[in-house]
């Protein structure tokens, strides 16, 4: 709400903002070894996530089409037994467009996350541009990134958990690489945010750090449009004047004429992966 009354057009939140990023949770997990007490605990954070349709993503979609806000939503997805990291896309009608799962978890993450496929990659034509998102440390896979510019992605959406000094560069290189807005999210969580019977391996005094944000706005040139902010709650804002996508790309297109097919290709699988396809 208090970004629709600042007059933003499209809101991105952060990695796991829906249900939670469980920083400093082992879910009771050495290798080898899984507690009763872990498996109780990875029972309530599956209990707290969401489905897709369900009440939850509706929720969403009109909180959407109250505020006219385009939303890029991390969130915790159950489909089934298994939980994927999540981000979902609604535009300001209402309208939920679509979503993306994190392809490859990072270490731990494994434990209690699923691995998306290539059905879940898209780039969603807006009023606003063409919109997409890549979570966190799918942002270090060079060919994620290339399929993502293949589909001339001009808004590029990146919810992380990653607060390090480093991210900043990355998002920056992102920016000029794709020559494309990108726009990243990264919340910050203190202890006391987390539930207090759950032991948290980082500390447990309630103003523990867990996560001190760093979210960014930066333009195709590279620069740096907004933040980052770390260790405090803010909503960042800039205007995206999309014409400079084209300007950037008249010397660096990636997916067009500083490409190389014929020395370099990609083949990107986007068919949905199932574990068991009925023969008909």
């Known amino acids: ?34 507690t009763r ?28 089409r109250e ?18 990291c999540t981000v979902l896309f609604f535009s300001d009608d209402g309208t939920y467009l679509g979503k993306h799962r994190k392809l490859m978890p990072t270490a731990a ?23 997409g998102a890549v979570i966190c440390w799918e942002n270090y896979m060079p060919l ?14 990146a919810p992380t958990a990653d607060d390090r000094e480093t991210w900043l560069p990355t998002m920056r290189h992102v920016a000029l690489e794709g020559r494309c807005f990108v726009l990243s999210a990264c919340q910050v969580l203190r202890r006391s945010d987390m539930p207090a019977d759950m032991p948290n391996a980082l500390g447990e005094a309630p103003q523990t750090l867990l996560m001190r944000g760093g979210s960014c706005i930066i333009d195709p040139a590279g620069k740096v449009l907004a933040g980052p902010v770390f260790e405090e709650e803010a909503i960042l ?44």
Request: include cysteine.
């Open 237 to 280: 804002s800039a205007e995206l004047d999309l014409d400079e996508i084209a300007r950037g790309k008249y010397d660096l297109d990636v997916a067009g004429h500083y490409a190389r097919p014929d020395v370099f290709q990609l083949s990107v699988n986007e068919r949905p992966q199932k574990p068991v396809v009925p023969e008909r």
């Open 37 to 64: 007490e872990g498996r109780d605990q990875f029972r309530r954070y599956f209990e707290s996530a969401v489905e897709v349709p369900g009440p939850d993503v509706d929720r969403m979609a009109k909180l959407a």
């Open 144 to 157: 994620l990134r290339m399929a993502m510019y293949s589909k001339g992605v001009q808004i590029y959406c």
């Open 67 to 84: 505020h006219r806000l385009h939303l890029v939503v991390g969130a915790i997805e159950r489909e089934g037994g298994t939980l994927y």
């Open 1 to 34: 709400a208090e970004a629709a009354r600042a007059g933003a057009e499209i809101a991105v939140f952060p990695e796991a903002f829906v249900s939670g990023y469980p920083k400093g949770l082992d879910f009771g997990a050495v290798v080898g070894r899984r």
């Open 109 to 131: 993450e494994r434990l209690v996350w699923g691995f998306g496929d290539g059905s879940t990659l898209p780039v969603l034509d807006t009023r606003l541009g063409r919109l």
